[in-house]
């Protein structure tokens, strides 16, 4: 599936709690949450978390740029 905006399930790798942001992981089909301190490249994040989970699903807030 794909989404352009608005809200989304999808599979994470990691510990995520809600306000997260999310970047793409080095696993295929998942996302992971962004460290603290960590910077990311323009483009990598693709939402903000919404729900807390651990290596399962999420409900994200896509952000469209």
Do not use: C, W
Not at 18 to 29: A, E, Q, R
């Amino acid at each position: 599936p794909v989404a352009l905006a608005g809200k989304v399930t999808v599979q994470v790798t990691g510990v995520v709690e809600p306000g997260d942001m999310l970047v793409t992981s080095g696993i295929n089909g998942t996302l992971r949450s962004l460290a603290q301190g960590e910077d990311a490249p323009y483009g990598a994040i693709l939402g903000q978390a919404l729900t807390h989970e651990h290596d399962g699903k999420v409900l994200m807030m896509v952000f469209r740029r």
